[in-house]
């Protein structure tokens, strides 16, 4: 790392996840704030929109001439709309910086599943080969030479985690995938809208989208390409519910599947193990010890994934539960834990904040 | 029903089940409160622990002598620890009041699987084959006599009353049931307990006794007894993971089974109209229109079930969801329906009161 | 009373205000209701709106020919904002049916303080003089024959009640009055604002509207008539700041007042005897018991007030504490008190539900 | 500052203020902790206790040695009760390490009103004069050198850093302070007590201690020594009361006082400038621009404290509203910014995260 700071640009700077890019920035050793955009809060300082960063943040918020931003960045984190970031980024990239996107619209290599979940047809087929899925636990190598980093959806990162050891060593059986998954309120952005009303959404708890939510076919795609390490079954399609939870910020994914013959002697202490030694290298994934479970607290505001899994010999049925902040691992801090990857610094880069949550 | 109103003592009456009981027989125009007993507050108002109730239930709170509580009343109702009520619950008996027991002793027609479930061995084994399990949707001709009524637990009414029409009629698959639940924090009573404390349970959310809860036996065994009146195959096990969630009341159940051949054409409108048809007598199972799925919220304070489920083509799943108020249709309100089957009124009867949850 | 019910109308009836007149004319044994109107939602099932009230309350919402409504009922109560309410009440009542309106049109007796404190002019100005203000308390006399009430705002509810005793006995200072209040979000009503998000406003807390608030005229002008009965100093104004807090529905007033050379031998239990003495026979307000102080908890979901004071011997300090339900006496509970009043019945007709906010 | 690191041990480290301080030094570059000290939970490492940290501090709890700690650690700051405080202390001190202190025990300079507040004797009242009271808008140039600093309450940082510019200044008179202030769940500490449950706080709020809470004189004292810098009046006694409100982290002081006849033109454009002139130097005190007013939002998990205020001209009232984060300004990172006092590295090292608090 030298001692020059990488310029970030960030497009679609005032929502949550925008805010969420902004602290992380505002507190990594090697990077500066060159950029922020919003359409609705142009000329405003961004701690008007947010008076928590009076102080700290005070830059003045542009609409954003796009070739312009390119060029004074060496990073535009994205944070706009599918169907937007598909015109937008395809700009960025011929003007010579490099992107993190947080849309759906870079995360398939399948451009019917993509068509099909998003019911958009594709500006810029071509870029969906060349865009990294941005799970540096999987594809860091791809990141550190990457030009556009498609960031996860929230939810398949928190049920890729979960999924990944026992996919790839072929331990579970393809077609039994069930992930059913909590969102806090966060996870549906900053915006005036009743059903996230404080009045309408404390002391509730509710299924959404419960058949094609279109995380459904990105986890699954996902999976597919992780089982096709085990030379076994590929997985094909998954069963995912999300709901939504009376709290800002988490996520839980319970994690349903059954075992593979070839699982010898499961256990919840096989389990375990299997987890313990996939995880072993990485700094964000804690695997919990014994029969302690993931809960959204213990990974309040960090990019921290907590996972473990449990096996109920009564039914024959492996339980695997993940835990991540939706906008910390599930979106702007692992966009950054990407980006250090793409810049060659130790993954853990201004991330080892630990928020507590009391 | 006479002019004479019920008279309705209740065991352990200052825990969360007690004050909800309270509130519903205040309401009730054909009942009146006799004895409430506590051990730990005997002596003081009942307006003292729940200031709520000042001006509006001032009873004295006693230690509670069993044998006189049973000559005076016509119903006791206890709220009391597994274990203790196998132990009480006789001597009420024998002294010839009728009981509705909110604990998991007398739950059970299986004494093994009880013993086995909650680790003690039952004092009264004789009991189990009398006692009615109180859902009155499907027990209501034997609760009219019933002299010991079990009230469900939570969990088991929230799973059944999803499951009911499909495993009478035959229409999933035995072994494919996994129910994924969420309850709010007042099932875990009232108690000092850190891990209950504002602090720790406020934005955070979590699986809990994910392999063995004893709500799983008694899902199953009553899964058992539905599923043979379709004479198809027989339930033995579910697979049951309950989950904390930040809200003070409520229960949703996310259930995941596969549909059996016999199911012509599944999809989900034939789910709703399974449903529709299943419960259209029904004064307190609401079964949703279209597409909308429960919530917690339109539960909230009242004696109502929210169901609704849906079809997902691509993995071939059945998906079912259930909401209702852990301490309403999931413990005492249930409890004041079952106590109208028992005295011949109708079932509605002081529990139409809707409690706004805004 | 006799046998045939009131007939009840509700304009406005799809906000907060709406969904608790609803929820307790539902409950009331006298009353039905005859027609529920909403400009946004006409054509709808009231339970589309508010699915908690599915089976309980599906009255068609209609656009509203306030002719016919008038026609129609034996009661009409408005929940329309300020500037609305003055010009649809007059309508209304020249059609034959009695009022209670929710808005601060008809509160006011002086015209000037309605017309600086509302910046609007006030089209019928003759009936400020008829209005009567809904506080049973204070004028239950006055509702039996009133053809037109306008229900008290909720915080001056809360502050009047407090200070009542004190005002009306000359106890304290005339020009001493700050009034510290907080209120649960539903006071900002149901709309889609992202001051009032969720993500917003939980773990927030917050003054607002600290100088120049309305109620601040309507509390200074009731508290002027209350203090005119004492034959000593009169209230011309008070201090009063309202602050949001992250709950749905509550409200506490913490109060300050000097003690007047006339209050003999001020003290803590004076203040307490004080209150006992002037609220003895009042169904709904609650003088709590020795240091008890007021919390929003025991009130939820009800009609009831609770009160309590304290002296300060240090800095010679009175302070007066009162909570309510800001949806319950805050708004429509008090309007189905006051229309008992209106119609004869005895004030708790319909109001003793006790909702246990566990 | 030197490149070698402050050594820190902390005792009491487990409660809630305790894990911010361990937050707060995890993040911090010049800082390193050596000790972490527990009654209860001895011999378990910190991670067990605050999952969140797990990988960011898993150092073991000792039952600590106070003299062997005092002399491994360049500074220990201590979260103790009062009462015990008071006897750790003058140990850690005798042994060669200066002392940042949690409780009460030195806050006071008059021996009496500590004795009279806390209702203790005190066994080393020498150290009362010595005590530096850990303000560092007031006191920094006397914590430069300190040997035992003693962290302000909460309440009373929030209502000295509002009160400070019109005390020092003469332009409010002595003695009209009135305080009204709201602390989040965390205040009460970490402990299992019903009265902080979930279930008993959600939804909440009510005043507690309503005269005669400790931190009255404690305000009551420094407010003196501020107003003493004025030449006029001096500051003998405040009117104060503490509410509890339902969110976890968060203070708000809601302050009336009556301008002092010195208080040329008084307005609510003045009082905003009064404080702009006094806190232009500081970091962590922010002046709201124009009529914006402090939010507990705000500030969450951060060390900053916001403040701004309004006239009354109706009333002649003065009102002052600041916000912190009762754990951050209101307790733990306030004390590492004495820390930073005390070991001449600029204030705001390790202290300029900002938590966003979506």
Not at 133 to 155: D, K
Not at 266 to 287: A, D, H, L, P
Request: proline share 5%; aromatic share 10%; charged share 20%.
């Amino acid at each position: 790392m030298n001692s020059e700071k990488i310029k970030i640009s960030i497009i679609g700077a005032t929502g949550y996840v925008g805010a969420e890019l902004v602290k992380g920035f505002v507190n990594h050793p090697y990077a500066e704030i060159i950029h922020l955009t919003s359409q609705s809060f142009a000329g405003k300082k961004y701690s008007e929109i947010y008076p928590v960063f009076k102080g700290v943040c005070d830059v003045t918020l542009e609409e954003g001439d796009y070739v312009q931003i390119a060029k004074d960045s060496d990073l535009v984190i994205t944070a706009l709309p599918h169907g937007v970031s598909s015109k937008t980024v395809p700009v960025l990239l011929e003007n010579g910086t490099r992107v993190i996107d947080h849309s759906g619209d870079f995360r398939y290599k399948n451009l019917a599943t993509y068509e099909k979940s998003y019911k958009l047809e594709h500006p810029h087929p071509e870029l969906l080969k060349e865009a990294v899925y941005g799970l540096p636990e999987f594809y860091r190598e791809e990141l550190r030479t990457a030009r556009l980093v498609a960031n996860p959806g929230c939810y398949p990162t928190c049920s890729l985690i979960a999924l990944a050891p026992f996919l790839t060593q072929g331990l579970i059986k393809a077609d039994s995938i069930i992930i059913n998954a909590v969102s806090g309120v966060s996870g549906a952005g900053r915006k005036s809208d009743l059903a996230y009303a404080f009045c309408e959404t404390d002391e509730a708890f509710k299924p959404y989208g419960a058949v094609g939510h279109r995380h459904t076919t990105e986890i699954a795609e996902q999976c597919g390409f992780l089982s096709e390490k085990s030379g076994r079954e590929v997985v094909k399609a998954v069963t995912f519910t999300p709901h939504l939870a009376p709290f800002k910020r988490g996520m839980l994914a319970s994690i349903y599947v059954k075992p593979d013959e070839s699982f010898a002697d499961v256990s919840s202490g096989k389990i375990n193990e299997v987890y313990q030694e996939f995880y072993k290298n990485e700094t964000f994934v804690r695997v919990l010890e014994g029969k302690a479970l993931p809960d959204v607290k213990s990974v309040y505001g960090s990019n921290y994934i907590n996972v473990n899994g449990m096996y109920d010999p009564e039914t024959d049925m492996i339980k695997l539960f993940s835990a991540q902040d939706n906008l910390g691992k599930g979106a702007a801090l692992q966009a950054i834990q990407a980006a250090n990857c793409m810049f060659g610094l130790p993954e853990g880069t201004g991330l080892k904040n630990v928020v507590r949550g009391v």
